[in-house]
């Protein structure tokens, strides 16, 4: 490269392009399910559930609290999301994202999809894991749509959490029902299940 070439680049450095490293289908290992059982069963699980559950309902009426939650609302999509914090440990935040799946599982929806993506963008490794679930399949109108459709996604900044977000997107068309409340999505969301 000339003399030339260099001092034009330093003035104008070409823009450094995303590099997707892996983009595939989520699957947890036997080691990962077994962790997941052992968080589950264990007392720390109820603890974390139940110290965002009540920093949900405070940011609910405008209290902050050390966990911090962002909320979604309107009339299309609802949601939360859970930022990193001192408060829980790195491997809670995937342990939350399976407890959540499996929760809106035991309502009755099926998974449709998950997905496993990392990128390098500039100076950090960005993951994103992520499920996708839909209420049963109905045919017949009013087809009842319960929450809407529910994504469920951890992004991991170099392999920590950046945070863990929770959305339902309802349909407004006619040949869905209402959609039931989200606040009772939140309830199921944090229940400690056997």
């Known amino acids: 490269m000339s003399f030339f070439d260099q001092i034009i680049n330093k003035i104008f450095p070409k ?8 983009n595939e289908v989520l699957k947890r290992s036997q080691h990962e399910f077994n962790s997941y059982d052992e968080w589950h069963a264990s007392d720390v699980s109820k603890t974390i559930l139940d110290k965002i559950f009540r920093a949900y309902h405070l940011k609910k009426t405008n209290i902050n609290d050390p966990i911090p939650i962002a909320l979604f609302e309107s009339d299309k999509a609802n949601g939360f999301a859970i930022a990193n914090c001192s408060n829980l440990l790195n491997s809670d935040y995937k342990m939350l994202l399976e407890h959540f799946k499996k929760q809106v599982l035991s309502i009755g929806y099926r998974q449709s999809g998950s997905n496993r993506k990392v990128t390098a963008e500039q100076d950090r490794v960005i993951t994103k894991e992520m499920y996708y679930l839909k209420p ?15 994504s469920l996604e951890l992004i991991l900044h170099d392999e920590k959490p950046h945070y863990l977000k929770i959305m339902a997107s309802v349909y407004s068309d006619r040949l869905y029902s209402e959609p039931e409340n989200f606040s009772d999505l939140v309830e199921t969301l944090f229940e400690k299940s056997a």
């Open 136 to 150: 049963p399949i109905q045919m017949e109108p009013p087809i009842d749509q319960r929450y809407g459709n529910i």
């Open 15 to 22: 823009e450094k392009k995303n590099i997707i490293l892996t």
